[in-house]
Nanobody, 126 residues
């Protein structure tokens, strides 16, 4: 059973930075693409970023492009989300997720991810 545990959330002022981490259990982390999603109160869960298994390919939602960076360390079974120039509208619970399959095509839909962490709260004060 795969377990994903996010950390690094918190309260930050607008314009500030945070780095989220997601530690995965299991021996197959390095063969799966990973993603970050977020869900604000009263809104649907939305795609934030995804990274291929090797880390060479990444893709971002337009709303975070140029401000957020997704990366991974396969030796540590960990995926990261570096968030900079944070805005009030970035306030949400952030979830990391693992693809259902080993396909390396960029996936933006939640249904393409089969394992989810419990989420970590990010609050940006304006």
């Amino acid at each position: 059973q795969v377990q994903l545990v996010e950390s690094g959330g918190g309260l930050v002022q607008a314009g500030g930075s945070l780095r989220l981490s997601c530690a995965a259990s299991g021996r197959t982390f390095s063969i799966y693409a990973m993603g970050w999603f977020r869900q604000a109160p009263g809104k649907e869960r939305e795609f934030v970023a995804t990274i291929s298994s090797s880390g060479r390919s990444t893709y971002y939602a337009d709303s975070v492009k140029g401000r957020f960076t997704i990366s991974r360390d396969n030796a540590k079974n960990t995926v990261y989300l570096q968030m900079s120039s944070l805005k009030a509208e970035d306030t949400a619970v952030y979830y990391c997720a693992r693809r259902v399959t080993t396909a390396q095509t960029m996936a933006f839909m939640a249904r393409e991810y089969g394992y989810w962490g419990q989420g970590t709260q990010v609050t940006v004060s304006s």
